[in-house]
C-alpha cells in the first residue's frame, strides 16, 4: 500500500507542470507607452447579427452553431450571387434571381443596393464570448423598452440614426431642412452612436487613438470622430455637440465612458433630454475588443437597459469617406422641387383663366 501510494505521488508530481499548462492562462491586456490599457487601433463591428432580435426568436439569445453556420452559409451564397454582373432590366428586388434584403433595400434599391459589391454588412454572426449572438439589444426580447407611459414626444425637427422626419418647414425648401447625414454633416447611421451600432450597409470601421488626456474614435461613415476627455466634467454652458458631451475614466482594464447632452436631432429610440450613455470598453485578447453599453432616461423608461457585442480587428486602414465630392443629389433635389412648384403654378393660373372664360 505505501509503495502505491509514493508511485501515485511520484506521478501526480510529474504531471502537474503539464496540467498547470494546459489551463489557458488570463490575457494580460496590453499597455501604451502612457501606461493605458491598450485599445487603440482599427477595428470592425460588421456582422450578420442585427440590433434588434427577429421577433420569432422570442427570448432566445443566443443562436445555435447549426443556425449561425447556416446564416454565415447563406451569406456566403448572397455574396457569390450579388458579386454576378446585373441584368440593367432585372428586377431591382431580386437581382440576379435573390431575394434583395431589406437592409439592402434601404440602402438605395436602384441607386446602389443591386449589386453586392456596393456593400458590406458583415460575414459573420456577432459572438460574444464565443456566443452567436440574436441580437446586440440584450434585453430579454432583444427589443428597445417601451417607453413609459405618458412620455414626452419628440415632435420638431428629428432624424433617428440620421433618418426620419425632416425639418418643420418643409423637405425641399432650403438645403437645412434636408437631413443631417443626406448633407454629409454626420453619418446616416449609428455607427458613431452613443451607442455605436453598426448600420447594415457598410463603413463599420474605425480607428481608436489614445492619448493621455483623451480617447479619440474615428468612424469611418462620413469621417465621424467622438473625442472622449479623460477624467474631466460634463459641460455645463447647456449646448448639445454632435454625439453628445462624453467623458471617459479607467476602471482597471475597461475604458468607461458617459454621454449627456445628446442634441435632439439625435436622439436615441426617442429620448435625448434626459438621455445618458454609459459603454465600456475592455480588450479581451488581441483581436477582440467588448463593447459593453448601457442606456437610462428616467423620463422615459422605469430603468437602465442595453446590450454588448465584441469589435474585431480590421485587416487595413481607414481610408477618408468623401461624402459630397461630385454629388448632386442636393441641387437636383431643390431644383426639382423648385419646377414642381413651377409646373403647379402655370396649371393654377391656367386653371383660373378657363374659369373665367
Not at 95 to 121: H, M, Q, T
Not at 294 to 322: K, M, N, Q, R, V
Amino acid at each position: 500500500m505505501l509503495r502505491t501510494l509514493k508511485v501515485t505521488t511520484v506521478v501526480v508530481a510529474l504531471l502537474a507542470p503539464f496540467a498547470a499548462a494546459a489551463q489557458p492562462a488570463a490575457y494580460k491586456v496590453p499597455h501604451t507607452v502612457n501606461g493605458q490599457p491598450d485599445i487603440g487601433g482599427f477595428w470592425s463591428s460588421s456582422t450578420l447579427t442585427p440590433m434588434t432580435r427577429d421577433r420569432r426568436l422570442g427570448d432566445r439569445l443566443v443562436f445555435t452553431p447549426a443556425e449561425a453556420k447556416a446564416l454565415e452559409a447563406d451569406e456566403v451564397a448572397q455574396a457569390v450571387a450579388g458579386d454576378k454582373p446585373t441584368d440593367p432590366n432585372a428586377p431591382v428586388n431580386a437581382p440576379n434571381g435573390l431575394e434583395l434584403k431589406p437592409s439592402f433595400a434601404a440602402a438605395g434599391g436602384d441607386v446602389g443596393g443591386y449589386n453586392r459589391g456596393w456593400l458590406d454588412a458583415g460575414h459573420s454572426v456577432m459572438r460574444v464570448a464565443g456566443q452567436p449572438r440574436t441580437s446586440l439589444i440584450t434585453t430579454k426580447d432583444g427589443q428597445v423598452p417601451p417607453r413609459k407611459s405618458g412620455s414626452a414626444s419628440l415632435g420638431g425637427y428629428v432624424e433617428e440614426a440620421g433618418e426620419g422626419s425632416r425639418g418643420p418647414l418643409g423637405s425641399m425648401d432650403n438645403p437645412e431642412n434636408r437631413g443631417v447625414g443626406e448633407r454629409c454633416i454626420i453619418g446616416f447611421g449609428r455607427n458613431a452612436g452613443p451607442p455605436m451600432f453598426p448600420n447594415g450597409f457598410y463603413n463599420n470601421n474605425y480607428n481608436i487613438v489614445q492619448t493621455k488626456d483623451a480617447v479619440a474614435i474615428e468612424v469611418e461613415m462620413v469621417h465621424d470622430t467622438r473625442v472622449v476627455r479623460l477624467n474631466s466634467k460634463h459641460r455645463t454652458d447647456g449646448l448639445r455637440p454632435w454625439f453628445g458631451d462624453s467623458i471617459g475614466w479607467w476602471e482597471g482594464d475597461t475604458l468607461v465612458v458617459e454621454t449627456t447632452n445628446v442634441p435632439q436631432v439625435q436622439a436615441f429610440a426617442g429620448s435625448w433630454k434626459d438621455l445618458k450613455i454609459i459603454e465600456r470598453f475592455t480588450r479581451t485578447a488581441n483581436d477582440r475588443l467588448r463593447y459593453v453599453f448601457s442606456i437610462s432616461d428616467p423620463t422615459s423608461w422605469a430603468e437602465p437597459w442595453g446590450g454588448e457585442y465584441e469589435f474585431s480587428p480590421l485587416h487595413g486602414i481607414l481610408y477618408e469617406y468623401a461624402c459630397h465630392e461630385g454629388n448632386y443629389a442636393l441641387p437636383g433635389i431643390l431644383a426639382g422641387a423648385r419646377a414642381q412648384e413651377r409646373e403647379s403654378g402655370h396649371a393654377a393660373v391656367a386653371k383660373t383663366a378657363g374659369a373665367s372664360n
